[in-house]
Each structure stands twice: as C-alpha cells, then as structure tokens.
C-alpha cells in the first residue's frame, strides 16, 4: 500500500536498491498527501507520544526505519538502522523532596519545578545571588559571572539578555550556562522568566514538572555536574528577593528592557532535601545512508536530523493524556522522509545521513550522542541541518534560519532562497535561545556547522499570533495533534528549500566553515 502512490508513475522506485535512473518527480500535492498521512501515524494513539525509552518511540522508530528501507537507503546506525543509547531515566521526587526559603515552605513543584537532567544533590542548604542574566560572554564584552563568588551558593537568574549581544550567542552561554555555575562552585541556580520573556503558562510547565529527564548511563560522555536547577514561579518570584537591594519587579523591568543588570548579594536562604527515582533504559537514534554519487567526496556527510521522540503520556488536558506531538515533531520525520526521497532522486555529491534522534525532549540527548558517537567518521561529518517545530500554520513566505550568521550555510541559504523566491527572516525572538533549544546543538558543541528551519515571520503580525497561540495551547500539551491548521503545500515548499540547500551544501568543492568571528569556530 505504501507504494501505491506511485504505480502510475514508476513501480520499480519500489524496489529497495536505488535506481540508476532518476524516478520523475511527484507532484507537490502528491507529497503534501503522503507527508500528511505520515504525520497522522506518528502523531496517531498507537504511537502514545513517542517518549524516549517506551514502546510507542519503538514502534515508532521502526516505522521510519521501514520508510527509510523502502526509500532504498541503506543501514546506518550501529544494528542496522538502529544506533541504541543506554540512559538512565529519571524522575524528580517531589512527595520524596522538600524546600523552604529562609525557614518558609516552598510549595512543589507549584513553586518551583526541580530538573531531572542534572543528578541532584540530596541536600541544599545555601545562600542565594543575583547573578543578572547569568550569561558569560567575555569574547562580547559581557560577564555576568565576573567577580561573584559563587562558592556554595545557588543563583539567581533572569531570562534575558543585552541587546547588542547577538542571539546565537546569548543562547550558547545560556546552553553552558549551569556547567560554568558548576564550575565555580555554585550547588543551584534559580531560574526566572520574565512577563516579557513568557512564551508558554507556568501551568504548562508544572502539568509537565513530573516527565522524566534522562542522562547518558555511560558517565564517560555524561558531562553535566550534580546540581540542583531549579525554576520558579514568576507569581511567587518577589519571595526570594526579601530583603534585597532590588524587587523582581525591577530587574525584569531592566530585563525586558534588555538594560544591564548589576549582580547582588540577596538575603534569602533555600533549605531542604531532593529526591529522584530512576531506572535504565535503551532508545535508539534511527540512521539511513544515501551514498554519495562523487567517489571524491562520498566519504564525507552531510548530517540531517529531527527528533522522533515527544513527551508520551503525562498528565491529562480535557480528558487527553497521549502528547501526539503533531508539529513537534512527527512533522519534522515526515518531512525527512520527503527529503530523503528528494534527494535520492537529485544524487547529491556527499553522502547525506539521515538522523532521527530520541530523547531531544530529555535535553537532545541523543543528538548528542551522535555527534559525540557518530556511526561515520567524526570528521567526516561536514555539517547538520535540523529539523524540529517549523510550523507550518500560515503560509510559507520567508524562512527562519536558525545560525544563518554564525557560518558559510547562511550563504547558501540565502542563495538558495534567492532562487526560490524565499527571502530569509531573522530570528523573530532572538532570546528565545532557538540556536541551543534543538538538535543542532549537539553537533555545534562538536565544532560541526549547522542550521535548523523555521517558517519564517515578524513579531507584531498575525503571523506572530498565530504562533504565540500554538505555543500558549498546544506546545507540548496534548492538544499538539492532527487538529491544528496546517498549510500542507507551503510545507513541502519548506522541504524543497532544505534539499536544495543540502545539495548546494554537498556539491560544493569546500566544506562549510565557521564565519570569522563566530563564537561556535572554536567549540571543537
Ligand atoms: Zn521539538
């Protein structure tokens, strides 16, 4: 049945070795149908959200391993398409943990949300500090940590950022941000959003306080320190600035404002006991192979990637517990399987990999372990093109290239979007931290260049609005399934702008490098 929609086209692209002569290309309604309809499994009940290290993540992955076969691409991953990934799960135990703030209860996690991703300290017993913004950045001139002593302490930090720093930075220091605490001896960081920085309700993230987080069982990669990072209700923020020299109030006035913001001693004290549960689990990552037709260049890869795994079942919204993860990101796998049958056919000069990474959800864990693991060549891999959450609700007029400045890939990309009547957007909301909130990061942790997509729009239009609500409602809520209004044809004109662009990437004589002056150029 799979195949049924190309029988008046050509039914030996069904065979399962690729076929010396190109397939002629279906039609854009053709691939809107057929990517719809593969949206619709992913994201269907039998799939249970796709969490990393669940049954439904499995039958998940070997769906798309299924595709990736039927597409005539080879095994990649370390057992086949497969690439598993020990972690450990874990779980914040709030009936298990208890807070108080100078000698006051601290409701959890209505209060203040514990996160799983870190091994937690079983006690805390320290003084706060302010530390702004948190972000250190000394190649821009800017040091939030810079002469604080953190020594046994936990900080206390604002969303945000100053303006003159560009996004993709900010968003690196805000990536590394607890790992450089750590290292200056800080137990815990408390983390704000300011009422201009909210892009979902604080209700959303207690609904979702008690997913698991995971870390990598082989402590041999493991890099995050033992810490407790903690978030904290905005409604409940001006407790922890008794007696301070400022009120939330106005540091997320000066935060809003993207001002500086001086770093203070605070008078206040967090106390008490942290417990989690955990288990073991495995969840592979999903790795196909599309030789590259230069025996010159073959050996190297381009890296495409989108993360298969969602949040599973949690807690339920209007009587719904399945988090389909329609748009986040059922719709980025269809999307590569559209590319990949793209690309096939266009006989790219590299080799391109396909990577359907787990446990993004869990801290784009298994990103991570790809890029820090490859199943290729470390060096070979010349760049990553993620895909994760373009949202595809209006029309496709402009796109989104996330770290379109930080390397030569923004070249292409605007060359390709030339071609395509696609002029590139910035990134609306460049404090959103986008650059470090997906898969790309793992791999520019790896010194690798990479870009991730995003439909592009400006903030103040209705464009805008229409994203805000998605985000307000149905990100990461059960409500992100088959319901949401999708532009079906302007997606697939989004997936021919990726192709286009890998192939430009893995034609080109030179491999991309880093931009003069990018912070990322000296990450490996
Ligand atoms: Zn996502």
Known sequence: MRCAWLLPLALAACAPTVAPVPAPAPSVADRAVRWHGQVSVLASDAMEGRAAGTPGHERAAAYVADEMQRLGLGPAGTQGYLQPIAFTEQRTD????????????????????????????????????????????????????AGVDLAGKIAVFVSGGPAEVSGTLKAHARAQRNRWLAQRGAVGAISLTTPGQTESPWESAVRNATQPGMLFADSGIRDEPAFAALSWSPAEAERLFAGAPRTFAQVAADADASRPLRSFPMATRLSGRLAATSRAVASPNVVARLPGSDPA??????????????????????????????????????????????????????????????????????????????????????????????????????????????????????????????????????????????????????????????????????????????????????????????????????????????MRVANAPDRPRWNQGSPFGSAR
């Open 94 to 145: 709030y009936a298990a943990s208890s807070l108080s703030l100078s000698g006051a209860p601290v409701t959890l996690p209505a209060t203040a949300i514990v996160s799983p991703r870190y091994e937690l300290p079983a006690s805390l017993d320290a003084p706060l500090v302010f530390i702004g913004y948190g972000l250190h950045m000394p190649s821009a001139g800017h040091d939030d940590l």
């Open 297 to 502: 260049l073959a050996g190297e890869h381009v890296v495409m990637t989108a993360h298969l795994d969602g949040l599973g079942v949690g807690n339920p919204v209007n009587g719904d517990r399945i988090y389909s993860g329609a748009l986040d990101n059922a719709a980025g796998v269809a999307a590569l399987i559209d590319i990949a049958a793209e690309l096939r056919r266009q006989r790219p000069r590299r080799s391109i990999l396909f990577v359907f990474v787990t446990a993004e959800e869990r801290g784009l864990l298994g990103s991570r372990y790809f890029a820090r693991r490859p199943t290729v060549a470390r060096d070979s891999i010349v760049a990553n093109l993620n895909y994760d959450m373009a949202l595809p609700l209006f029309p496709l007029r402009s796109v989104t290239v996330l770290g379109a400045e930080e390397s030569s890939i923004g070249d292409d990309a605007r060359a390709v979007g030339e071609t395509m009547g696609l002029p590139l957007a910035p990134d609306p909301f460049p404090n959103r931290n986008s650059f470090i909130r997906s898969d790309q990061y793992g791999f520019i942790e790896q010194g690798i260049p990479a870009v991730a997509f995003k439909f592009g729009f400006a903030a103040g239009t209705p464009e805008a609005e229409l994203e805000r609500a998605f985000r307000a409602v149905r990100y990461h809520a059960p409500s992100d399934d088959m319901s949401s209004p999708i532009f079906r044809d302007d997606e697939i004109r989004l997936h021919d702008f990726i192709a286009a662009l890998a």
